[in-house]
């Protein structure tokens, strides 16, 4: 039994990229994971059976986090389920990493595309964590995916940024918040990493060559990179380590 046997993780996103990376590594650590999806449910049921194959144990629960509506049926159905495997409804760790991606100046916004990132990237984490919040044990774990773009300047991806940045925040309220009852409460900054949300860039050389270039390491990043870090910050390992920003960029921007 791994790091993190006997625990509980919900994963939102979880069907495809660095979600599906963090999802599977949790459970190699033991953890029993509740991969979330949006409207992947074919590629979500592929993680689950690829965590059972395994070894491991999780199951795919699928909610609309666009919505509040949405985000209470995503809980409805977490407590349903982890009554029926465990006759409790309680967890211990929350991982936010749904959102999107999106490329546009500030010029190039509109109202939809602003609300669209708003939505997705701040508003449903916000709620996804007071809904859960209550049921999350003393000793828990939160861990938000924000970006690297936090603390450099990215005109290219402006909403973008600004979402990610509300992330940041969110990560040092929670953080002081919730230290009493000791939960840590951590963020996690991918640089470029090869997922479906970067795909336009790394399709070509040119892109290639410029993801490889950010990086002190030559090369882009993998959600295997990002995984591995949401198992330290899972685990008791990080339990002296709480309101951080952690750098997943393989030291872009140095």
Do not use: C
């Not at 939160?142 to 940045?165: D, E, H, L, Q, W």
């Not at 509300?166 to 040092?172: F, R, Y």
């Amino acid at each position: 039994m791994g790091k993190l046997g006997g625990k509980i993780a919900l994963v939102t996103g979880a069907s495809r990229g660095i979600g599906r990376g963090i999802a599977l590594r949790l459970a190699q650590e033991g953890a029993f994971v509740v991969v979330h999806y949006g409207t992947r449910q074919n590629e979500a049921e592929e993680v689950v059976d690829k965590i059972k194959q395994r070894g491991g144990a999780a199951i795919a629960i699928g909610a609309d986090l666009r919505t509040l509506n949405g985000i209470y049926n995503l809980y409805a159905s977490l407590d349903e389920a982890l009554r029926e495997r465990t006759g409790d409804n309680r967890l211990d760790i929350l991982v936010n990493n749904a959102g999107v991606g999106q490329i546009l100046t500030l010029e190039e916004a509109t109202e939809e595309s602003y609300d669209e990132v708003m939505n997705m990237n701040v508003k449903a984490p916000f709620f996804v964590t007071r809904q859960v919040l209550p049921h999350l044990r003393d000793g828990g774990r939160i861990i938000n995916v924000s970006s690297f773009v936090t603390r450099v300047a990215s005109p290219s991806v402006f909403t973008y940024s600004m979402s990610k940045g509300a992330i940041d925040v969110l990560t040092l309220a929670l953080a002081q918040q919730l230290g009493g009852r000791n939960i840590t409460v951590n963020a996690i900054r991918p640089g470029i990493i090869n997922t479906e949300m970067n795909a336009a860039t790394l399709q070509n050389p040119d892109g290639q060559k410029y993801a490889a270039g950010l990086s002190a390491f030559n090369r882009w990043g993998e959600p295997e990179d990002v995984a591995d870090i949401a198992a330290f910050l899972a685990s008791s390992d990080s339990r002296w380590v709480t309101g951080q920003f952690i750098d997943a960029s393989g030291g872009s921007h140095l």
